[in-house]
């Protein structure tokens, strides 16, 4: 679709992302007396309209709810509506807060093309914003007081936004489980998730159950803390679906301890160089976030809420949401003119670049990040040498004028060739990182 492109109330300016339920779009919103504000329009598959009617209602019965939340670490619901539109057809969207950031699954691509891991300072800032999300959602209760029952089902990197503040908020929170609570109306049976974050029962299909968020929670901070996934893909040609299954469904935490204590313990370049007093209670805590059987996980996100209290005694968050705040500044471009009618698509689908400004942000007191290797430094020209090559380029200048000076008059064949070589042009850009399945 081209933009910018009016659907409704709202001007749609730029693509930002796309998933299993549709496109999310950077969008303008004007009142009267020059009022605008820019927000995130996410437009359902219009497909979703005609084959899937009790998933559309379940969104709208879903983002009613949802538009009553009011956490800060969560992306706020504010809307959903159908719309005519003369080219789309009937079309539903919800607007939702925008959000100035990158995926954390951005970040953390960016952050391996510096050779480098997150800080642990920054590791536990967002994973004590995620925690505390969690907290709210699953305590909530309807106006009589009953438990609501609401868990993400859903938690990856790429649904944990990573402001300019440095601050983390939780995105989709509710899309997964409406569209679960559909599958059952309808019976499908089907786990809702992504397998490689689901939690061992979520992958066999059983109800979901708020100790599942914990578990995909604590795939992110291993992730976050080694560089490595928690379930390695298996060694095949071709990995498919069903294998993933079986790898989230056979992993222990047992198998994958030994990747973290080695990441946290093993000197620079490879590690973090952590003590073992500091190591510990990392290790211990992930250990029982990513227990194979629920009953063996943290009973809610409070107990973890206070595990990671504890934590903080030792490390300083606020150090590192400082770095989050400069390396996000590296990743997002500057703010675009609102006025302006915005055609290309950029944002969180771009490839990511190498990191930047968090370099300044280190004489702030920002936190650190962990080297894991040498980055090889670029030659630099002396001044010297530069001006060799200057004179050289005059020399070679005059000797051609005069040559042309001394030139005979035109050729037999009549008149002066002309060249005809256009000039090629060589697209420089950043190498982009492997590919993950």
């Given amino acids: 679709m081209r933009l910018p492109q009016t659907v409704g109330d709202y001007t749609l300016l730029q693509q930002l992302g796309s998933g299993s339920f549709g496109t999310v779009y950077r969008a303008r919103i004007e009142g009267d007396l020059g009022f605008s504000q820019e927000v995130a329009v996410k ?12 998933v559309i209602v379940a969104l709208a019965d879903e983002a009613q709810f949802l538009a009553r939340l009011n956490h800060p670490h969560i992306v706020a619901v504010r809307r959903f509506q159908r719309v005519e539109h003369a080219f789309l057809g009937e079309v539903h969207l919800m607007e939702m807060e925008l959000v100035r950031g990158v995926p954390l699954s ?3 691509a960016s952050v391996a093309l510096e050779n480098t891991r997150l800080p642990v300072d920054a590791v536990l800032s967002m994973v004590l914003e995620a925690v505390d999300a969690l907290v709210y959602a699953h305590d909530l209760t309807d106006p009589h007081g009953k438990p609501m029952g609401l868990v993400h089902r859903d938690l990856k990197p790429d649904n944990l936004l990573v402001g300019s503040d440095g601050r983390l908020k939780v995105l989709d929170f509710g899309i997964a489980w409406a569209e679960e609570r559909s599958a059952q109306t309808t019976g499908t049976g089907m786990a809702k998730g992504t397998p490689m974050y689901m939690a061992p029962e979520q992958a066999r299909g059983e109800d979901a159950d708020p100790r599942g968020d914990l578990y995909a929670l604590g795939t992110i901070a291993f992730e976050c803390l080694t560089g490595e996934r928690y379930v390695a893909l298996p060694k ?25 204590e080695q990441a946290l313990a093993e000197p620079e370049p490879r590690g973090r160089g952590l003590s073992p007093e500091l190591a510990r209670p990392w290790v211990e805590l992930l250990g029982r976030m990513l227990a194979r059987e629920k009953a063996d996980r943290p009973s809610d996100a409070a107990a973890v809420a206070r595990a990671l209290d504890d934590l903080g005694a030792a490390w300083k968050p606020h150090l590192g949401r ?24 950029q944002g969180a689908g771009a490839a990511p670049g190498p990191l930047h400004g968090f370099r300044a942000a280190l004489g702030d007191g920002a936190a650190e990040p962990t080297r894991i290797s040498p980055v090889e430094e670029r030659p630099v020209a002396s001044r010297r040498s530069g001006f060799i090559v200057l004179a050289v380029g005059l020399l070679l200048a005059v000797i051609g004028m005069i040559a042309v000076a001394t030139r005979e008059g035109p050729s037999e064949e009549g008149g002066d060739a002309e060249a005809a070589d256009e000039p090629v042009v060589a697209a420089m850009t950043d190498p982009e990182p492997t590919p993950q399945a």
């Fill in 43 to 54: 437009l359902v598959d219009s497909r979703l309209s005609a084959d899937r009617p009790d």
């Fill in 106 to 108: 951005r970040l953390l």
């Fill in 236 to 260: 095949a040609a071709r990995v498919d679906l069903p294998m993933i299954i079986m790898s989230v469904a056979t992993t222990t935490f047992e198998s994958r301890v030994g990747v973290l």
């Fill in 322 to 345: 400082r770095y989050l705040q400069a390396a996000v500044r590296d990743l997002v471009p500057a703010p675009p003119d609102t006025q302006a009618e915005t055609v290309e698509a």
